[in-house]
């Protein structure tokens, strides 16, 4: 028997009714991956996550792909209930910014750079070609494209989304 194989909206679509509980259902994957990936000498049960501590918990485990399904189901969700307000920046514009390559924004020698956020004399900017990412082991930071360009530009999330999608 042939398995049926459908797209993420195909799928949305299909289960219309559901996104609610799909959404809550990833948001509670999300929170349990957080707390099982949470050294236990530094998880507090009790503790009530701020939303800031979620994005912060969020961001480091997209980097590890551990959560990467859940964000992208709830991202399709929330595509589909935003309206789309003309001069806003849209889902599929962040999605857009973040594939613009990297090296066309800096460039590299033998897949270094210098750091954009710390004073650097020797390149420890390391590029990451499959995840189209950079990472400063002094300073560990890790970027995307419109990260690059805030700190290139000095400008805001959605400004740089608005410049790589030119």
């Not at 009714?17 to 509670?28: G, N």
């Not at 551990?66 to 999605?95: F, H, L, Y």
């Not at 590029?127 to 082991?137: G, L, S």
Request: hydrophobic share 35%.
């Amino acid at each position: 028997m042939e398995s049926l194989k459908l797209s993420l909206p195909d799928a949305l679509d299909i289960f219309e009714d559901s996104q609610s509980d799909i959404a809550a259902a990833c948001q509670s994957n999300i929170m349990f991956i957080i707390r099982s990936h949470q050294p236990a000498s530094q998880l507090d049960v009790d503790k009530e996550w701020t939303p800031a501590d979620i994005h912060c918990e969020v961001n480091r485990l997209v980097i590890e792909e551990k959560v990467a399904p859940c964000i992208r189901v709830m991202n399709a969700i929330t595509r589909r209930n935003t309206p789309n307000v003309p001069g806003r920046i849209t889902p599929e514009m962040i999605d857009r910014a973040r594939e613009y390559p990297v090296e066309e924004l800096l460039e590299f020698k033998r897949g270094l750079s210098h750091c954009l956020w710390h004073n650097d004399t020797n390149a420890s900017l390391s590029w990451d070609k499959k995840r189209n990412r950079v990472h400063c082991f002094p300073c560990e930071k890790d970027a995307n494209s419109i990260d690059i360009i805030m700190a290139q530009d000095s400008c805001s999330f959605p400004m740089a989304v608005k410049k790589l999608c030119r």
